[in-house]
Every structure is written in structure tokens, then in C-alpha cells.
């Protein structure tokens, strides 16, 4: 079955550290798509891709990072630049403009 | 800008009709969604609205006026299980598929 898939599902993160959240795709979608969200309200984008080796800033950009070597891949890295981390992270991916399709999310903790 | 506006939160009673209401700028638009949202999980899609009038998919319908910039999510015969966050997005012209989302309706279905 086709599907998004992120991991881990919680991640605890140390002060200073830097931590990786995956995100994989077996749709064949072209662009990806990373949100935070906090409690009580809504998706905010941190950074999206169109296509392979190209990504764009979202909203809320600074201390994260990402990479799209491979179309079904688009890793997103928080890091200690971030300062408030704590947070829901929710990946998705679409093709041309038929919404969405949402990995599970990962809940990140700062310890 | 590109806002989306809806209210926080709503309450209703089981078997009761609720409407929650969104509104958007209307330069640019392409199509709208809803998605349902229940706590700490991914948001699931439930409707897609491109052209004018209403699009009535079993229990939930959903509404559109582009000329408005309006649009409801209409939830009949109200389910203890439809206690959830309803999120509406918008998808520009501008901005290639990503969608916008407003901050989410916290929908609570009491007995």
C-alpha cells in the first residue's frame, strides 16, 4: 500500500543537540512538505520541495534544515539554533493540487 | 496577506447540526479543504471544494462561495467521535500546491 511514513513517532532532544526526523514517501508524489504544530493551533510550514536537489523556506524556517536527495525522501532536521523545539511535526506530500496526504507525526520534547 | 480565519472553538450536542465557518482572501484562489484532526494524530482529509455551491459527502457537506471568500463544513447527526480539530486550507494560485491552513475549529460533541 502506498502511504507516508515518519519516525520516530517521539523524540526527545537534549539541550544543544541536533536531531533528524524522517520522512519517507512510496506515493511517486513530487513535493513534500514539512509543518509544526502547537497546541490549540494550526499548521505552521517550516519548508516544502517540488523536486528532487530544490527546497524552499516556509514560514517559520530558521533552525531547521532539510535535504531532498531522493523524491521519496525529505529528511528535516531541527537544530540547536531552535530555540522553543517542542512540538507536533507533521510531513506531507502532494501532486499537482489534490491536498494532501499526511504522515502519522512526530512528537518532539526538549529535555 | 494570505489569512485563513475560523473560530477556536465550538460546542454541540450530540444529533445536533453544526456549521463551522471559514473565511480567505479571494485574490489568487484555487480550491479549498477540510480535514478532521483528532488529538495528536495526523489531520484526515474530508472534502475538496473548487467551484461554487455544496458538496454533500454522507454525514459532512461542505460549501464554498469564491466570490465570498466563504466557505462551512456542515457536520449532521453529531457523533460523540466527531469531537476534533476541523481545519480548512487554501491552496493559491501563488504558491504552486502548498496549501495555507487556518488555526483549526476545536470542535467538542457533548452527550
Known amino acids: 500500500d502506498g502511504g507516508i511514513t515518519q519516525s520516530p513517532k517521539y523524540l526527545f532532544r537534549k539541550e544543544g543537540q541536533n536531531v533528524t526526523l524522517s520522512c519517507e514517501q512510496n506515493?511517486?508524489?513530487?513535493?513534500m512538505y514539512w509543518y509544526r504544530q502547537d497546541p490549540g493551533q494550526g499548521l505552521r510550514l517550516i519548508y516544502y520541495s517540488q523536486i528532487v536537489n530544490d527546497f524552499q523556506k516556509g514560514d517559520i524556517a530558521e533552525g531547521y534544515s532539510v535535504s531532498r536527495e531522493k523524491k521519496e525522501s525529505f529528511p528535516l532536521t531541527v537544530t540547536s539554533a531552535q530555540k522553543n523545539p517542542t512540538a507536533f511535526y507533521l510531513c506531507?506530500?502532494?501532486?499537482?493540487?489534490?491536498?494532501?496526504?499526511f504522515g502519522s507525526g512526530t512528537r518532539l520534547t526538549v529535555v | 496577506g494570505q489569512n485563513i480565519d475560523q473560530p477556536t472553538e465550538m460546542t454541540a450536542t450530540e444529533g445536533a447540526i453544526v456549521q463551522i465557518n471559514c473565511t480567505y482572501q479571494t485574490s489568487g484562489f484555487n480550491g479549498l479543504f477540510w480535514y478532521q484532526q483528532h488529538a495528536g494524530e495526523a489531520p484526515t482529509f474530508l472534502s475538496y471544494?473548487?467551484?461554487?455551491g455544496l458538496e454533500e459527502k454522507g454525514r459532512f457537506s461542505s460549501f464554498l462561495s469564491r466570490s465570498k471568500g466563504y466557505s462551512y463544513l456542515l457536520l449532521k447527526e453529531l457523533q460523540m467521535k466527531d469531537s476534533a480539530s476541523y481545519l480548512c486550507a487554501v491552496s493559491f494560485s501563488s504558491n504552486t500546491g502548498k496549501l495555507i491552513f487556518g488555526q483549526g475549529t476545536t470542535l467538542q460533541v457533548k452527550p
Open positions: 506515493l511517486n508524489h513530487d513535493a
Open positions: 471544494n473548487v467551484l461554487d
Open positions: 506531507a506530500s502532494s501532486t499537482d493540487w489534490y491536498g494532501y496526504t
